[in-house]
């Protein structure tokens, strides 16, 4: 069994798009990251980088200990090499899908800037004008690591009409089956923000953002 500890954000739908892919079972282990369950000092033990998603294998390759793995890329490596499938293990192949989610990580520029976002666009179009997939005529890691943050692209004050083979990949990748379950996985843990006071809104805000260093046990 895998436990995965997940918010749904475009890091956490990463994970779930790919476990999807893989058609692995999977256990949604809801972690609060607005109510600061990040910081909790269980969650400090598997993760202390304080950051979700975490993957806990119960069953890892060649038996032993359960595995714990953070940070969504590794995950996605992690089970991707586990089960052979979506990261391709030659040398070339291999750096092809690696350096990619460099493009499709948006999350500084989305917080930053909207010509940054639009710079990062582009370059996934002109990655995308002479291949299927942004690494190359196979569907990879790479591509579902870099989706969940695109679906957000009108907000994010982009035209996708601008990026004509951007747009290609981004109607086809979002038509998968097993990419529609993965964007699903959790959308029941969601809090409405128009639910929310004033106080909870400030709290939450202080919570995520500008965080400091967590001091070591004493």
Known sequence: MLDVHFWPTPNGKKVTILLEELGLDYKIVPCNIGRGDQFKADFLQINPNHRMPVLIDHAPKGGGAPISVFESGAIMMYLAEKEGRFFPQDTRGKYEVTQCPEAGDLTYAI?????????????????????????????????????????????????????????????????????????????????????????????MRKIMYNQRAIPAPA
């Open 111 to 203: 917080r930053r800037f909207t010509d940054e976002t639009n710079r990062l666009y582009g370059v996934m179009n002109n990655r995308l004008f002479d291949r299927r997939y942004l690494a190359g005529d196979e569907y990879t890691i790479a591509d579902m690591i870099s989706y969940p943050w695109t679906v957000g692209w009108e907000a994010q004050g982009q035209d996708i009409n601008e990026f004509k083979h951007f747009k290609r990949w981004f109607e086809e990748v979002g038509n998968r089956a097993a990419v529609m379950r993965g964007m699903e996985a959790g959308n029941n843990l969601r809090v409405d923000p128009s639910t929310l006071t004033a106080e909870q809104r400030a709290q």
